[in-house]
């Protein structure tokens, strides 16, 4: 269940970050570099997202660490969005808005099962 809620948490954080292509978050953010900056700022967040699924499947006592870097993550989209920067006329589609919950709520999911791993390890 843990791996499940890992991938469905990674998942939804990955089309919310398609999504911010779309919305040219380099320009909602002020990030330096514009496109490439964006993409290479990915760079790192994808290897970790590939690196912390690898890791939870090779390495059985990373899964707590793992699980709450990933399930806290879950909660950056709607901090940065809705509650930081908080722009109306960005991110503010249905889909958007069911994918930034979304990934509250898988990445609660993952930090419980993480947490549960971790008691019953």
Known sequence: M???????????????EIESSYEKEWEILNLPGKITGFLLLHIPIIFIFFFGFYCIVQYPNMKFIISLIIGISGFIPFFVHKVIVNKKECFNKHISKIIIIGS?????GL????????IYA
């Not at 509250?104 to 609660?108: T, W």
Request: charge should be neutral; proline fraction near 0%.
């Open 2 to 16: 843990l791996i499940f809620f890992y991938v469905l948490t990674v998942s939804l954080l990955l089309l919310h």
């Open 104 to 108: 509250i709520f898988s990445g609660i």
């Open 111 to 118: 930090i419980i099962l993480g947490i549960v791993e971790k």
